[in-house]
């Protein structure tokens, strides 16, 4: 399995991957010091709940100082825009994830949208089994020809779980 750094992820991905404390405590030190994009990704955090605990009223905050210092996705997010707009159609497919085998098709030309909708559906597991996540690793793997993208996660009881996204319409 190939694992693609942080930084890239970050860049990729509409949703936030803290996957410790410590980074936690670093990025908000950063936010505090006025580090526009540390304000940008714990505001983004906070108001998701996307590797940390939901505070919506503390992540507009964030975001409202990123926008101020000139943030074009803060002021977007603020406005209730998506953090990547999706230009291409998207249509998800297939299993529930859980495995290569029942792995969910991301229908789409745009790699932007189809990442976003990678993260969109496992938002949407956790509203249905009302469990709050965070990202454990995210790596490439290729079998038969069919590229995937897994995503490992760890709910907040402990437990870890991958899900399989066949991400060939957008990966080649």
């Known amino acids: 399995m190939l694992f693609l750094p942080l930084s890239l992820i970050l860049f990729m991905l509409s949703a936030i991957l803290l996957t410790d404390d410590e980074e936690l405590k670093e990025l908000q030190k950063k936010a505090e010091q006025g ?8 505001g983004y955090s906070l108001t998701k709940g996307d590797g940390v605990g939901k505070d919506e009223a503390a992540g507009r905050m ?6 101020d210092q000139g943030s074009m996705k803060a002021a977007r997010l603020l406005r209730g825009e998506p ?11 297939g299993g529930d994830g859980s495995s290569l085998e029942n792995a969910v098709k991301v229908c789409t030309c745009n790699s932007s949208s189809g990442i976003s909708a990678e ?15 965070k990202m454990e690793k995210q790596g490439l793997i290729q079998q038969n020809g069919v590229h995937y993208d897994v995503l490992e996660i760890r709910w907040e009881n402990g437990e870890k779980e ?3 996204f066949d991400i060939s319409d957008f990966f080649s």
Not at 62 to 67: F, G, H, S, T
Not at 88 to 93: C, G, Q
């Open 83 to 93: 953090l990547l707009p999706v230009t291409a159609p998207l249509r998800l497919e």
């Open 62 to 67: 964030w975001l409202q100082k990123a926008a």
């Open 35 to 42: 580090d526009m994009d540390a304000q940008l990704i714990l």
């Open 119 to 133: 993260y969109a559906y496992i938002r949407k597991v956790a509203e249905e089994r009302r469990m709050h996540w």
């Open 162 to 164: 991958e899900f399989y």
